[in-house]
């Protein structure tokens, strides 16, 4: 028989002299305190209970049967848009400890990585396209850490990804309890189509669910969130649950809440189908002067082209007609303003339009705010205009960066846009007429861009107009997005599309009258617009603006939205007869191209 050791009783003997002499010497030996163990962290890392504790972004994610690395299920992630596909989960860790995380991955660009972890977050890549490789980091948690989060995505713009085996090992954290019920759940002024909400904070909550008749329809970290795309006139049932990670608290006692009728701007003497144009009235180009008298009837809708500031930032808007030096031709202030009088008696609105390529409208500041509402009340006294249309162009608005949520915006330059929109509304009352013509980058680009993103890096300017649409759509009489000057843009059929056609005006306009979630967020959705209050943007005539689209194209994107027909490849998500209409860059540049597209509208609709 092999000898392993000395006999168990020698053994015990050596044993005890060895203490005895120990302690004699004053070298007693203390064994060092037991450390917490080390232990599987990760809840379902194999995805074989589904995506039972994970989140994945934009519902990028899905749980599949091939390819597996261990198991039956393996999880599938797939980019689109502005979303990497981001799967992660929050895990409770003790603070100053050592962690491993790992994973099996396949796929063109893998990510894994933790986050929130208290000293430097990491995470780790690997090309593996058509072959499982397995991704490895390790980090440590710094002195008040009790939880990371752990992730793994793909990279933009690349085909799906997938992870298996996903493992987090090292010393698991006290256990966390449930939140509180939050108490004290009120509703604010409901509109036509939101209601505001706030509640009291629970403890122990990272962030809250609310509910809209039984159904989950927010995820908010703040104790307030407004839900919209509601229907006017209709009573709502609301509870909120406060969440953390060990998961959800009960819901709380329910709020009613019933919208307000109607809904919309002024103008609701409009015709159901309505023609915008701006009127070059401040300066001159290339297309000549047009006097407010010479402007046909078949014009709904006449914006004043432009009112400017006196600086970017100094929120002072001034108009006044264009030199006679530079127009020749042009009318007499007292002329100018007895022409609108004879359009509003015919039926027609009349708005300053403000900012433009050359009009920079940043409203930074308070008293920026405060003068913008003096000075535009200013000229819309002073000429009896009808309302405002807001032109911001270039930098006019951007959204700062962690400003990341259009429906309740903290960027200066938004907010107080909005709330001098509002303070001008209130001023003049229900017939005040609100158009706006943002570009398809302020608008539709938010599809996939919002801001600087989540990680920095983006044109801030991405969406920017969104958060100013939302807040005001109860008080919005028509957008007019200016489908030209524009890149391609991606649809909702996640293709791009390029002006000049009628697949371009179809796809953008089905976005606004679907609506769509926000950098593909799904929690997030910009809710549609009513088809009355849409019409669709375009340039006059080739001189006017790149995108311009021949008179039957129009037709073609007229007919799809409203008829379904002509659609082309392209599907739309609905019909909307009551699409309100066409805007156009100029009434100046129709006329230099001897009213082809104002003769095209009349002709379509029966003007």
């Known amino acids: 028989m092999e000898r392993t050791g000395p006999p168990a009783r020698l053994s015990g003997l050596l044993a005890a002299l060895a ?58 992630g797939t980019p689109a848009g502005s979303d990497n596909a981001k799967c992660s989960q929050t895990v409770t860790v003790k603070p100053g400890s050592t962690y491993t995380l790992s994973s099996w991955v396949q796929g063109s660009y893998v990510y894994l990585g933790a986050s929130g972890t208290g000293t430097t977050d990491v995470s780790t890549w690997t090309q ?43 010393p698991g954290g006290d256990p966390v309890a449930l939140p509180a019920v939050p108490a004290g759940l009120r509703a604010g002024t409901a509109t036509s189509s939101s209601v505001p909400l706030s509640w009291n904070a629970a403890s122990g909550s990272t962030g809250y669910h609310v509910y809209q008749g039984g159904a989950k329809v927010l995820t908010v970290t703040g104790t307030s ?29 329910a709020v009613s809440a019933t919208t307000t009728a109607g809904g919309g701007g002024g103008g609701g003497d409009l015709p159901a189908h309505a023609l915008v144009g701006y009127l070059h009235s401040s300066f001159a180009n290339g297309s000549g002067y047009t006097r407010m008298a010479d402007v046909p009837d078949s014009w709904d809708v006449i914006n004043l082209a432009f009112g400017e500031p006196t600086s970017v930032t100094s929120g002072d808007i001034r108009f006044s007609l264009c030199p006679v030096a530079e ?39 308070t008293a920026a705010r405060d003068t913008f509402v003096s000075s535009v009340s200013k000229i819309i006294d ?89 807040a005001l759509r109860d008080d919005l009489t028509l957008l007019h997005v200016q489908d030209y000057n524009s890149g391609s843009i991606m649809g909702l059929d996640n293709q791009y599309h390029s002006m000049g056609g009628a ?101 379509y609709f029966g003007g």
């Open 128 to 170: 593996s396209p058509g072959a499982w490789k397995q991704l490895s980091t390790t980090f440590t948690t710094g002195a008040s850490t009790t939880s990371v989060t752990v992730y793994t995505h793909g990279w933009y713009g690349t085909p799906a990804y997938y992870a298996d085996d996903l493992s987090l090992i090292g």
């Open 225 to 253: 969130a407004t839900v919209t795309g509601l229907a006017a006139s209709t009573a709502y049932s609301f509870q909120v649950a406060a969440v953390n990670a060990a998961g959800e608290s009960a819901k709380s006692a």
């Open 327 to 365: 127009c020749p031709n042009v009318e007499s202030a007292a002329e100018f303003k007895a022409a609108i009088k004879a359009k509003q008696a015919a039926g027609k609105k009349v708005l300053i339009s403000i900012g433009g390529q050359n009009g920079q409208v940043q409203l930074a500041t």
């Open 19 to 76: 203490a005895t002499l120990l302690a004699a010497a004053g070298l007693v030996a203390t064994a060092p305190p037991a450390g917490a163990a080390d232990a599987e962290l990760a809840r379902n890392g194999g995805f074989e209970a589904g995506l039972d504790g994970w989140s994945c972004t934009a519902g990028s994610g899905a749980v599949v049967s091939t390819p597996v690395h261990g198991g039956t299920s393996a999880l599938r």
């Open 503 to 603: 697949d371009f005006h179809i796809a953008m306009t089905d976005m606004l009258l679907t609506g769509f979630p926000v950098a593909g967020d799904q929690s997030r959705i910009f809710p549609a617009l009513r088809p009355e209050q849409v019409a669709i943007g375009l340039p006059a005539s080739t001189q006017a603006g790149n995108g311009h689209t021949s008179p039957a194209e129009v037709n073609k994107a007229l007919n799809c939205l409203t008829k379904k027909t002509d659609c082309g490849s392209y599907q739309t998500h609905g019909t909307w007869p009551a699409l309100r209409g066409l805007m156009t860059w100029s009434i100046n540049w129709d006329r230099f191209n001897q009213w082809e597209f104002s003769k095209n509208f009349d002709a």
């Open 382 to 470: 002073e000429y009896g205009l009808n309302g405002l249309d807001i032109d911001f162009e270039g930098h006019s608005l951007s959204l700062n960066t962690g400003d990341t949520d259009f429906r309740s915006p903290t960027s200066p330059v938004i907010v107080n846009l909005i709330s001098a929109v509002k303070t001008l509304k209130a001023k003049y009352g229900a017939g005040f007429v609100l158009t706006m013509a943002p570009e398809t980058f302020f608008v539709q680009l938010g599809y996939q861009y919002y801001g600087s993103g989540p990680w920095g890096g983006q044109d801030p300017r991405a969406g920017a107009y969104l958060p100013v649409i939302h």
